[in-house]
């Protein structure tokens, strides 16, 4: 068929990927991935997908014609990838163009929770400083902490950069080793999380990482131990965790995502010594408009040149036809 490739947006997208799909292809926007939203025209025409996650294994079997899935994010645990890449259905994410943006959140989401930002800023609101004094002594520092990266990939090396400056020491554990990084490298996350007193956790979601971090990593963590999660929360066992908070067998924790989100568990909103973030690692506004621009790019550059720019690993034998 004739005319520009109808591109299927599905739930809330990037406005600004919204517009640009908008203008070089045909558009159709539902509010959810479900089949029964479509007529079987649309159905039939749908050669591309654009959403944020969520796109499951019969949510693609639902479209004949579908050629390509433009993931807006860099995770993309919530695609069915191994499904896609094995029907031939091309999968691009948006990595590199938020690595910096979410490497900073991450350590400034390190620096509140030992420091107790939040905690000291509403002593001041509260009216607490003039009347009660200084804010009390953060128990925590950065000083002399050990940290383990769990995912040293693009972000996680961004991260390990950073605290390169800070002058504390730096371990990971991913599945393969990293060549040219002189960090120690701990083969289990068990060793990691024995090695270190703070676990910074920016690996991918999804069931090779699900539940990672339990009750016995935690414990391993130990008394002084520090979590921050920027990466999934799926990747952490929440129930395990909301009880080393409120038991000390850990020290505090740092959160910018949850298994089920946007629902934060009561446990973890009742623990202490936490900071809780409503997932915005890379919610700025000029990230979020060069992921919608990759985004969107994924789409010009298959149905133009035939080629996805940034394929994920599992798609990326799929040639366009
Ligand atoms: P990369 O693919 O560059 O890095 C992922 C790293 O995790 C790799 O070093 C990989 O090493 C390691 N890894 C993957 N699977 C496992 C596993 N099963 N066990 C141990 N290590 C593993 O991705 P990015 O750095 O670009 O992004 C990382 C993640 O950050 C994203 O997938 C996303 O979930 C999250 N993210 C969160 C954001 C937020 O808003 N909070 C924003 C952006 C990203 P190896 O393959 O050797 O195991």
Known sequence: SSGPATVLVCGNLHGHAVKRIGEAFRLVHIERADPSLLSPQDIAAVRAISAFGGIDADFIDAFPNLEIIANFGVGYDSVDAVHAGAKGVMVTNTPD?????????????????LRELPGAEAWLRQGRWAKEGFYRLSPLSLRGRSIGIFGLG?????????????GVTVAYHNRRPVDGVDYAYHATLKDLAEAVDTLI????GGAAT???????????LGTDGVLINTGRGTTVDEDALAAALSDGTIAAAGLDVFAHEPYVPQALLDAPHTVLLPHVASASVPTRRAMADLCVDNLVSWFGARKALTPVPETAHVKAK
């Open 97 to 113: 163009v938020l690595t910096e943006e979410v490497a900073d959140l991450t350590v400034a989401l390190l620096l509140s929770t």
């Open 154 to 166: 693009r972000i996680g090396l961004a991260v390990a950069k950073r605290l390169e400056a800070f």
């Open 201 to 204: 956790c920016i690996a991918p």
């Open 210 to 220: 699900e539940k990672a971090i339990n009750a016995e990593i935690l414990k391993a």
